[in-house]
């Protein structure tokens, strides 16, 4: 009996053993490399739709190619929004004109949730390489048809196209609103010599309520430190109910901007009720506000017809 015992024991350690090994073989650093039959610019593309999934980004650039990383999956490589999570990185290499490297490393090597990320890549990947109109229908389709047709992304091509159009929208009483809003500068920018301040919002604001956004923004410098510039910020600032920010420049407008709802929030005759533990993440396009994530409810003012996330 005590022989079996230690047989059977030397078996489970010999196949944790040789399991550790294949690991080892699959990860390269932590890391669990694939090739993809696509272009740079198109990987890039499908890594940068992708990469509206989690919140922090920060670059790093590598020989041939660069790493992103994002700090909020967890080990199991599913999405935390707003919770703590696990480091998340992904790095493209071109080897080719039509063949790239893409590595995804999730906490110190999970093999699974890195073999789970791969698989996300790969389903975006398949909508990106079709043509556009196939596309969107695709895109539509993953997103369980959830299409806010009133709110929808304005013309013209984003403003910044080095900084992904990212934001949360948050409703606070007027009473709980600070006077002044402090924005970290991160440079200067050259202002739009065709900028035009945005239109007046037909929806009615709440007398009790304003709507906050975090996230990327540009404001003009004063007259008196010069004509012609600007900064890019990175705060708080406020946005009316048609999502036009109340001064300066935000490209959480225009299409493929991301939008974290927290709590309730009422624009374009919706109300959304977010969960505040898995809230609510919408995408702008050209069709509609498209839903991507999370839980909780939006009610169409109008019809009072009411959306459960998700279905």
Not at 8 to 29: G, M, R, T, Y
Not at 291 to 296: A, L
């Amino acid at each position: 009996m005590i022989a079996t015992v230690g047989a059977l024991v030397i078996l489970l350690v010999s196949i944790s053993f040789a399991e550790a090994q294949k690991n080892e073989a699959e990860l390269k650093d932590g890391f669990l490399e694939k090739d993809y039959t696509a272009s740079f610019s198109l990987a890039d593309k499908v890594e940068f739709e992708f990469s509206k999934r989690w919140l922090s980004i920060q670059i790093t650039k590598i020989p041939n190619g660069y790493i992103r990383l994002y700090g909020v999956g967890d080990d199991k490589g599913e999405f935390q929004m707003g919770q703590k999570g696990g480091l998340v990185q992904l790095r493209l290499v071109s080897k080719a004109d039509n063949l790239v490297t893409v590595g995804i490393k999730v906490g110190d090597g999970n093999l699974a949730a890195s073999q789970k990320m791969h698989k996300r890549f790969q389903e975006i990947l398949k909508v990106f390489s079709k043509p556009a109109g196939e596309q969107a229908q695709s895109e539509n389709k993953l997103m369980d048809g959830k299409v806010l047709g009133r709110i929808i992304a304005e013309p013209g091509d984003l403003y910044d196209q080095q900084n992904s159009p990212k934001c949360s929208l948050t409703s606070i009483r007027v009473s709980e609103l600070p006077s002044k809003f402090s924005s970290e500068i991160q440079n200067l920018i050259n202002w739009p010599k065709n900028y035009e301040p945005p239109k007046p919002c037909p929806y009615s604001e709440d007398e009790k309520e304003r709507i906050v956004a975090d996230g990327m923004f540009y404001t003009k410098v004063p007259s008196s430190a010069g004509e012609g510039g600007g900064f890019r910020c990175v705060g708080k600032f406020l946005v009316s109910k048609c999502l036009s920010p109340v001064d300066g420049i935000w490209d959480g407008k225009k299409d493929g901007a991301i939008h974290t709802i927290i709590g309730r929030l009422t624009m374009f005759d919706y109300e959304f009720q977010s969960d505040k533990a898995n809230p609510l993440i919408f995408k702008l396009t050209k069709t509609g506000y498209l839903y991507v994530q999370g839980t909780g409810t939006t009610i169409d003012l109008k019809t009072g017809q009411k959306y459960t996330y998700p279905k």
